[in-house]
């Protein structure tokens, strides 16, 4: 599957362009306008090519990188960018194995120097009911499994992360099950749109966004998008995930983002785009499903949430 | 007759007035505080939520203290403290109120038909309004004129509607975190001891009749 063209596919501006800058200076105060600088601040940190994107504005810097869930680092939204200062991403290597005929274990230069890296500017819809666009550097996550020739009893893929209580001190609580993982059906792992980042705005990733490696299936809720990768396994049997763990009727094994099925303690019908005023519609699958609603015929979306 | 250690006890017009001043100004700070921060894009990257969220604990922060007036008063044997509770759950209704005011304005943008669909769906959103409907007779009928109208025992009696009202806004905070249950469950642990209390207090004042 080649995708070619830019989808432009969100532009619900309901709200007057001067008064969402006005509401957003009253609520914000000065912070809402360094917006218009931070598109451009691409720094020389990794070499790659524009790939499939979305033409929408991306979110600031600044707000990408101090917004965040990672609760390895704590539940704050500024917890992960405060105090992810200790943890290191580097030296880093991810196993890949299981359902395979050649498992390897990979070093991060070896994946970031050896893979043609994209641009991917995608929208992140977080299940709180926030998003964000965000451009992302990486590669297709199916050119790292092709790499290790997955056998047929490859049904589903899942991802371990890294587990370092003296590194993140979000995980001497438990407030997940550590380590996070998260899992993906083969097709969905295999898909075009499903990345592997590496870096974020032109730069290596930062500590806060899930640095080195992490998922990112911009068709499904944030929380898919397992960061700090450390094991990607093929399996015969659909794998245990964090959230679902935690509370399975709220965080299912899809989550791929629907409006018509609500959180079971708040709706998803629209989500608040970081640095805009009004709430906007969620769109099926994010906005993706022109791509990846043809994963899911004859599933029942509501109850498979 | 011991007129003047009598005399030298009770508080002069301005202490107790310096001292109502910093009660006042200790109940208006963290507004002023979150306006600032607002006013200075210091809310994070989306202020509506963090705006919404602090004034809502704000609102249960000052509610607890105004349940603890009546045990520390007692305690420490301080009666004039009893003088602060009206304008403690005064102020707290009002960061309650903007916490409303901030959802159904800035938050649902007056989407009265999202609001009622909220409040039907939504149990954390049905207790939270719930909670708040509650407060509002205490919020009105708070005036001396009040208390004088319905009298002493009526009056007490509409205002034990407090010790429902504190833990519905303490489940309704429970029920909207998504994992990190410590916050809410130190806040009902607050909650336990000073209800508790009251039930001790209860229980020894019968016991002595």
Known sequence: ?305 | MNQPTKRRKRPSKLRDNLVYAVVWLACFAPLVWLAWKGFNGALGANPIEALIRQLGVWGLRLLLVGLAITPAARIFKQPRLIRFRRTVGLFAFSYILLHLLSYVGVDLFFDWNQLWKDILKRPFITLGMLAFVLLIPLAVTSTNGWILRMGRAAWSRLHRLIYVIVPLGVIHYYLLVKADHRPPIVYGAILAVLLGWRIWAARSARLRL
């Open chain 1, 1 to 305: 599957m080649l995708i070619r063209h830019a989808p432009d596919l969100t532009d619900n501006d309901v709200t007057d362009h001067g008064l969402y800058l006005k509401r957003r200076t009253l609520m914000a105060g000065l912070a809402g306008l360094g917006l218009a600088g931070a598109a451009s601040e691409a720094r020389a940190g990794l070499a790659y090519t524009k790939g499939f994107s979305t033409t929408e504005k991306p979110t600031s810097k600044d707000d990408i990188t101090t917004y965040n869930n990672f609760y390895e680092f704590g539940v704050d939204k500024s917890d992960p960018s405060q105090k992810s200062g200790r943890f290191k991403p580097r030296p880093w290597t991810v196993r890949i194995d299981g359902a395979c005929e050649a498992p390897r274990t990979v070093a991060i230069e070896d994946l970031i120097g050896k893979n043609r890296l994209e641009e991917r500017i995608y929208r992140m819809r977080c299940v709180e009911g926030w998003s964000m666009v965000i451009p992302w550097i990486g590669f297709p996550l199916k050119d790292l499994l092709a790499t290790v020739k997955p056998t047929s009893k490859a049904k589903f893929v899942a991802f371990e992360t890294v587990m370092r209580p003296s590194e993140m001190p979000g995980q001497s609580w438990n407030t997940l099950e550590w380590p996070y993982r998260e899992g993906l059906r083969i097709d969905e792992a295999m898909h075009p749109l499903t990345l592997m980042a590496v870096g974020l705005y032109g730069d290596v990733l930062p500590n806060q966004n899930g640095a080195p490696l992490r998922l990112v299936v911009p068709w499904k809720y944030g929380f898919k998008g397992a960061k700090s990768i450390v094991r990607i396994s093929l399996v015969e049997k659909m794998p245990a995930t964090s959230w679902n763990k935690l509370a399975a009727r709220e965080y299912g094994f899809y989550s791929n983002v629907n409006p018509a099925v609500d959180h079971p303690r708040w709706s998803q019908a629209t989500e608040r785009r970081i640095g805009e005023f009004r709430r906007r519609e969620t769109l099926p699958f994010n906005g993706y499903g022109e791509w990846v609603a043809d994963l899911y015929k004859g599933m029942d979306l509501r109850a498979n949430f």
